[in-house]
Antibody, heavy 124, light 106 residues
């Protein structure tokens, strides 16, 4: 079935940086695109970024472009989210999610497996 | 960027049918996906490719997308179906989520 487990969240000061990790298991990791989705307190789901199975294609939401970088290490079955210049608006639970994969390893499908999420709080 | 519009809330009595709409021009050109999200839990995919249910999702969940407005229908709604529901679509190189609909089973 597959599982995802996020880590790396915590409290960070405005302007600071953080790296989130997502460990995958139970599926052929390199065959699937991965995304990060966040939910701010009291708000809805917001997609952040996606990366293809090979890592060669990345997409970003306009709200994070230039401040956030997605990457993956297929040898370790892990995907990462590198966040810089954080502000209070980035406070959220961050989920990693697996692409359903019906269109190959490019990000283009539903998110069929989600992690439990990791909380990021940006505050002084 | 495109937007997907959902009603903020829908109420239904147990055993009745609940319908949640998702409107957006992009839905005329791409698939709609639906997720169920309960507090403290991870979202669950309940409908993909407009009408398909993943394995393990009860048959009472169904979807349609005739173009521009997708609908999630829950037949014979149960108290356990009380949750937030989100529609989602791909806009070429980005993902759009609807604002979410809180389903209350009274």
């Amino acid at each position: 079935e597959g599982q995802l487990a996020e880590s790396g969240g915590g409290l960070v000061q405005p302007g600071g940086s953080l790296r989130l990790s997502c460990a995958a298991s139970g599926f052929t990791f390199s065959s699937y695109a991965m995304s990060w989705v966040r939910q701010a307190p009291g708000k809805g789901l917001e997609w952040v970024s996606a990366i293809s199975g090979s890592g060669g294609t990345t997409y970003y939401a306009d709200s994070v472009k230039g401040r956030i970088t997605i990457s993956r290490d297929n040898s370790k079955n892990a995907v990462f989210l590198h966040m810089n210049s954080l502000s209070a608006e980035d406070t959220a639970v961050y989920y990693c999610a697996k692409d359903h994969g019906r269109f190959g390893d490019v990000p283009l499908d539903a998110f069929d497996i989600w992690g439990q999420g990791t909380m990021v709080t940006v505050s002084s | 960027s495109y937007e997907l519009t959902q009603p903020p809330s829908v109420s239904v009595s147990p055993g009745e049918t609940a319908s949640i709409t998702c409107s957006g021009h992009i839905l005329g050109d791409t698939f709609a996906y639906w997720y169920q999200h309960k507090p403290g839990q991870s979202p669950i995919l309940i409908i993909f490719q407009d009408t398909q249910r993943p394995s393990g999702i009860p048959e009472r969940f169904s979807g349609s997308n005739p173009g521009n407005t997708a609908t999630l229908t829950i037949s014979g709604t149960q108290p356990m179906d009380e949750a937030d529901y989100y529609c989602q679509a791909w806009d070429a190189t980005s993902v759009v989520f609807g604002g979410g609909t809180r389903l209350t089973v009274l």
